[in-house]
């Protein structure tokens, strides 16, 4: 049996829990590949005109998903307790029913962590009947989805991106096949399909079982810039939709993500807050923020966001209240499918320069400088 995963929204977040799941009850995941221009087209095309680009997005790599026995749209209602997840979330799969390409069925399950660990697996076994497997299969899937996901988010450090998080997980279970094996066949289905998630060039060795590989530690340079990219992780790791925004950034400055921000540290930065916020995606975001505001390590600040996005029309401005208050260089960037890479290059390099002269200049001040009060032109 095989299960479409659409690469986009909850598969940037959530991905690791649902391969390790399927794994264990023996069904293979077959993604849709990486983003391109014509899956933003059959995105745009059978989505509705109100939706946020993420979605439309979604909406194209479902159509993208071929030769598959069941396209799964999860409805994430909530990941944590006291949490929603974004209401567009809620929507899926009802509203994307329409991209879905005829003749698949589509596989769904509601998850509401909100209402605790019995509720969720008694969700994912009803399921099971559907998938042909027993209550038992079910909850040694769970565990072992948790399991992944906690090798996951547990690999998200500063060395790390997406994508190379996730080809770790393959190495948790990897078994090597006997020397006589050829070498087109010596990894399981699971290590072929994180290697085709490839985004950015990356080879494992082939003498080296994946086990034993180590990643390099990367050492900050002190005298570059360090700016802080906080947004959605479908919009921060999503390479087509936002431009190689993160590439084109990590070759000017270090980067600081949300990901790259412990929970107990973002529970701390949110203390200030008059009312909790409760969408799951808003609160780290606003954490994370938070404390990049206040730390004097990180020079700027960019807020990357998409058109329409009702969450972050109020998070982006109580941020930026923030970035005012403690004087943090700061700038919102507003994806939509129109985005162009000149405009972008643009904003993005007179940012930095600005945050580069600040650094070089703060605290300086002439004493041959004309005087400003009331009465000068230059206040």
Not at 9 to 37: C, K, N
Not at 257 to 277: C, W
Not at 315 to 334: C, D, F, G, N, W
Request: aromatic share 10%.
């Amino acid at each position: 049996m095989k299960i479409g995963f659409p690469r986009a929204l909850y598969y940037f977040d959530y991905f690791p829990f649902w391969a390790g799941f399927f794994h264990q009850l023996d069904i293979e995941v077959v993604t849709s590949p990486p983003t391109h221009r014509r899956i933003m087209e059959l995105g745009l095309k059978s989505a509705s005109d109100e939706t946020c680009l993420p979605l439309k997005l979604l909406a194209g790599h479902i159509q993208a998903l071929r030769e598959v026995d069941w396209i799964f749209l999860p409805r994430m209602v909530s990941v944590e307790a006291d949490t929603y997840t974004c209401p567009k979330f809620l929507g899926i799969p009802e509203s994307l029913l329409s991209a879905v390409p005829a003749g698949i069925p589509v596989l769904t399950v509601t998850l509401n962590w909100r209402k605790g660990q019995r509720q969720v697996l008694k969700d994912l076994t009803e399921m099971a009947g559907q998938l042909g497997k027993s209550k038992a299969d079910i909850r040694k899937a769970f565990a072992e989805g948790q399991k992944w996901q906690k090798r996951f988010q547990d690999a998200r450090g500063r060395e790390w991106n997406f994508e190379e998080s996730i080809r770790e997980i393959a190495s948790a279970n990897y078994s090597p096949k006997p020397q006589n094996t050829p070498v087109s066949t010596q990894r399981t289905w699971k290590e072929r399909m994180f290697g085709k998630m490839t985004v950015i060039p990356y080879t494992l060795p082939t003498d080296v079982p994946l086990a034993k590989t180590v990643k390099p530690k990367v050492v900050l340079d002190s005298d570059r810039l360090r700016i802080a990219l906080v947004g959605h992780s479908y919009l921060t790791q999503e390479t087509y939709a936002n431009l190689n925004l993160l590439r084109k950034l990590r070759q000017k400055a270090e980067v600081e993500l949300v990901q790259h921000v412990e929970q107990e540290e973002i529970e701390t930065n949110l203390l200030g807050l008059r009312k909790k916020l409760f969408w799951s995606h808003s609160k780290d975001i606003y954490g994370a923020g938070n404390k990049f505001v206040t730390d004097p390590e990180v020079h700027g600040i960019i807020y990357l966001t998409c058109f329409g996005c009702g969450t972050d029309s109020m998070v982006q401005e109580l941020l930026s209240r923030k970035a005012r208050q403690h004087h943090k260089p700061y700038m919102v960037i507003t994806l939509d499918e129109h985005s162009g890479e000149a405009g972008l290059i643009t904003r993005l390099e007179a940012f930095l320069d600005m945050v580069e002269r600040r650094r070089i200049h703060e605290g300086y001040v002439s004493t041959h400088g004309e005087r400003l009060d009331s009465h000068s032109n230059t206040l």
